[in-house]
């Protein structure tokens, strides 16, 4: 069984800055994909960035040049730094991975942290 737990969110003022981590354990062989989407109220989850096993970043435009993805793979491990927050990125932040369990590749993800952006 593979598990992804994240940590790091929580309340914050607009401008300001947080760190999500996410550590998957479990059997696995390897991890290719890992990354972040979100899910604010009322609204669908949407990606939020990217990383291949090789470090290729991917994100969307709305984060571009404020929220930095990076994994380290000894750990099974992805980051998400998010700097400038506005209150637009309040949400529920999921981590995914896309995982090698033998037999074939499987997405999982994590629990949710939820991320509040407010004065």
């Known amino acids: 069984q593979v598990q992804l737990v994240e940590s790091g969110g929580g309340l914050v003022q607009p401008g300001g800055s947080l760190t999500l981590s996410c550590a998957a354990s479990?059997?696995?062989?390897?991890?290719?994909?890992m990354g972040w989407y979100r899910q604010a109220p009322g609204k669908e989850r949407e990606l939020v960035a990217t990383?291949?096993?090789?470090?290729?970043?991917n994100s969307a435009d709305s984060v571009k040049g404020r929220f930095t993805i990076s994994r380290d793979n000894a750990k099974n491990t992805v980051y998400l730094q998010m700097n400038s927050l506005k209150p637009e990125d309040t949400a529920v932040y999921y981590c995914?991975?896309?995982?090698?369990?033998?037999?074939?590749?499987?997405?999982?993800w994590g629990q949710g942290t939820q991320v509040t952006v407010s004065s």
């Open positions: 990383i291949t096993s090789g470090g290729r970043t």
């Open positions: 995914y991975g896309h995982v090698n369990i033998g037999s074939s590749w499987r997405r999982y």
């Open positions: 479990g059997s696995m062989f390897s991890i290719e994909a």
